[in-house]
């Protein structure tokens, strides 16, 4: 086979030979190289040749920086494996301020620094505990009555209790006993710390069976058998205190009021009320609001202030915001624009509370648009869930 070649050709040469035509005269190819004269092919090699050399005479003039470009490049790279954490992550990353083990964590005052702060505080580096000094710091923590703001510094807060305290923020007093039941194992009304040692070591081996030995972000969560802040609230100091449906319920509603406070008291400044604009700055803090907040002055005809009660009632409320939509998609089949009226007796449903007809009208003058007194629900729900999600999830377009 591999000599067949040459002889198909002389064979088919002979096969046109005898049908009278002759062999082709055409010109071989021509590469476009060889229609260039000899001067142009000339300045094309030279170009070539100083467009390399000068490369190489670059790299020993100048290794340092080309070593730069490498390292640039690389640092890229793993810049773009940083982008895998989620903003969860991120947001823990940053706020947290204490190391133990080559594992890192919040303190109480981080976590409610970082949801109510862009940035953390200013700091040098991450504190280094010891075992020893962890115990002394959480056994300081003294009851479930006592607020964050209080423990302060004096504490830890894993990675995994961090998801859990956001996810207590957002949750409406109904989903209380739906969070106290998923620890709940046996149905008695009490959990105690060996289930919830027990739960925790599961999830920390199963995420570590499916993410495997080797990610990068294991200081984020290893398998540290320390007593946290929240162990230490719901079990006691020695551990062999039941955590009771009632204590879990006061601990969420505290926790939600306190970081309330917060917000609100960046804006009082120890009064007894904001501002219709500084309601509406805390509602669109996540999201691009300076041409609302223009729209709400213009429409404001007197300042009347909103109360910590009526700010905590709307807050409240959001956190009911999945029945709103519920109530809204029953309620309007084609999703039409909804009077004040309306609004207020789909909150009612929802929560059961009324809210202030001031609060309704403010929230109105907010968010609707062309100053018909209609709301586009759907637009305020998208607002609304990135404020409940504190900018951690997008929702609005």
Known sequence: MGSRGPISKLRLSTFLGRGGQQPSSLPPPVSR??????????????????????????YLINPERMKMRQLQTIGGEQEERKRILSPREKRFIKFSSVELNGQI????????DSVVESEPKPRIKRRKLTLDEVYRETHQ????????????????????????????LIKPTSGFRIAFSMLDHDGNEKIDKVITYRTRHTCFLERREVEGDSKEDDFLQKDI??????????????GDREL??????????????????????EFSKGAGSISEL???????????????????????????????????DFCQFLNNLEDFQIAMRMYTLADKAITQEEFSRAVYICTGKQLSSHIVQTVFQIFDDDGDGLLSYQEFVAIMKDRIHRGLKSYAR
């Open 141 to 168: 923590t003294l009851q479930l009555k006592d607020d964050f703001q209080n423990i302060g510094s004096k504490g830890l807060i894993s990675y995994s209790e961090y998801l859990f305290l956001l996810t207590i």
């Open 225 to 238: 058998p320390v007593d946290t802040t929240i162990l230490v609230h719901f079990f006691g100091k020695k």
């Open 33 to 58: 190289m060889e229609m260039l004269s000899s001067s142009s092919r000339g300045f094309m090699f030279a170009l070539t040749g100083f467009l390399g050399g000068s490369g190489f005479i670059y």
């Open 105 to 112: 964590f919040m303190t109480p005052q981080d976590f409610l």
């Open 278 to 312: 500084d309601f509406a700055r805390i509602l669109l803090r996540y999201t691009d609001y300076e041409t609302i907040l223009n729209r709400l002055y213009e429409r404001l005809e007197e300042e009347k202030g909103i109360s910590f009660e009526e700010f905590k």
């Open 244 to 265: 009771r449906f009632e204590d879990f319920t006061l601990f969420m509603e505290s926790l939600q009021t306190e970081v309330l406070h917060m917000e609100f008291g």
